[in-house]
Structures are given as C-alpha cells and as structure tokens.
C-alpha cells in the first residue's frame, strides 16, 4: 500500500497502447509524467530490504509488532458492528491515474469514511497484485485499498479482495478505472479517468460484513495504528481486466507477517542467522 514515499528521477513518458477494452480506435497518449517510489517488491527494493533503504524512516518495517498485511482467520478474527462504518466517495471524473512503479494509483480526495472512533478524508485508492490480505491462508489475485487520513494524520484503510468472475463480470468502476491501463503500462506515467460511479461499491461494502483489526502501511515507512476495514465479500473481476492490470502491476505484493503482537519476521530471520 502506497501512502508516502521517497522518489527517483522521472522517466520519459513512451507511446501508449490501445485501451483493454476496444473503445478507441486509436492510442490514447498519456497525459504526464509522475514521480516513481523508490521500493519495490523484488531484489534490494523490495520488503527484505525495505528497513535497509532508510534506517531511520522505515524502522516499523522490521522491527514493528502490528504489521500489514495478515492472515485473516475468519473464526478468531474481529469484525466492525453492523453500520457503524460509513463509507462514502461521490462520483468523479477526469481523475488521475498514476503508475507510481510500486503501484497502480488513483488520486482521488472527496471520500469520507466515518467509524466509531473518528472520520477521515479519502487520500488515493490503489492496486495490488496478488493480494496482500490472506483468508484463512487463501490469497485472492487482486486487492483494493481505498487509504484515508484524519485531521491527526492518522491512517485508515477500506481493502477489497477480488475473485475472477466465473461469468466474466466486473464491477463497472473498476471497468472504468482499467479501461485506460494500456496508457500507463511505464512506470512514471499518468492519464484520466472516464466517469466513475461508486454507488454500486457502497452498496457492496454495506451489505456484507467487515473485517477489522490494527495493524500497519504495507508499503514503506510501515507506520503502524493503521485501522484496517476489509469487506467479507470478495469483489468479481473479469480475466481480461485481471491480465491488463496484472501485465502492468506484476508482482506488487508484501509477504504476510506475523501474527499480530509477535515479533516482527525480520527480527526473527536475522537473530536465526547471527546465531
């Protein structure tokens, strides 16, 4: 999950490809450059090195006890009250779609979510391929996570996990998020959204139940008393958008850590390794 990062130097922007779905006969060009993260999810960048990249700034990531993203076990897990969690985003157009490098990202900042505890301002929602969050230990091929902040600076998360629909149905938002991936397929890039409607996601959120728990940033610095609401109910995403977004993305996932208030797996690996 991307939510604060360093950067690198900007990368000159290619030709794009037809959109997914057909709806243009001919490319449509990106519209601008963005920055790129500096992790990733492979090598030296990636989670085993991510403490490494910035001792100072990224110390959760190896030594914080409540890390993102866990196993869910369903039958011990905790779960929000029924309506206490209010989960808004008007609908928007024209909003910019980023490919961060780390990540697929869509900047948008007219969300609400309100919870017992406060409310929070929608930041960005973004991708990550395979999911982060496991269900009793089963991983599903891709997850949503729509990141809000409060007025403290405090984190929440609304995640999504999607299944491949066996009908090949999507739900039309994300049909129209990934509608234009082909034209950020370079890292750096961004374009602008068609219309998006949310309606049909509240309305999914609403009638299913909610994992919560306290946990962390699963991306760099790691920061923990991250609230975390995740839908019960899988998303249906169709194989053709799965494959676009998948041929971008690759691989953008972070390993499942410990379960929460034990040590961090890191700690653990290099106190087997020096001994």
Known sequence: MKFAAAILPLIT???AAPCIHGTSLMPRAPDGTVEVN?????????P????????????????????S????????????????????VPNADNVKFENLGSGLEVVLTNGTLVTPHDSYKLAQFHFHTPSEHRINEE???MEAH???ENTAGDVAVVGFLFELSQFGYSFPLFDSVFSHIDD????????????????????HFDAHGVYYYSGSLTTPPCTEGVAWYISTEPLPLNVQSYNAVKKVLKFNARYTQNALGQSNLLEVAAH????
């Open 38 to 46: 500096d992790f990733n999810y492979t090598n030296t960048g990636g």
């Open 69 to 88: 993203p866990i196993d869910i076990v369903t039958e011990s897990s905790g779960y929000a009250k029924s309506g206490s969690i209010k989960f808004s």
């Open 13 to 15: 922007v290619a030709s």
């Open 139 to 141: 991983y599903f091929p």
């Open 184 to 203: 950020i397929a370079a890292p750096g890039t961004y374009t602008r959204t068609d219309k998006l409607s949310f309606a049909g996601l509240i309305n």
């Open 146 to 148: 729509f990141v809000f």
């Open 48 to 67: 085993l090195n991510w403490y490494g990249l910035d001792k100072s700034e990224n110390s959760a990531c190896s030594k914080g006890s409540r890390q």
């Open 272 to 275: 087997d390794l020096n001994n």
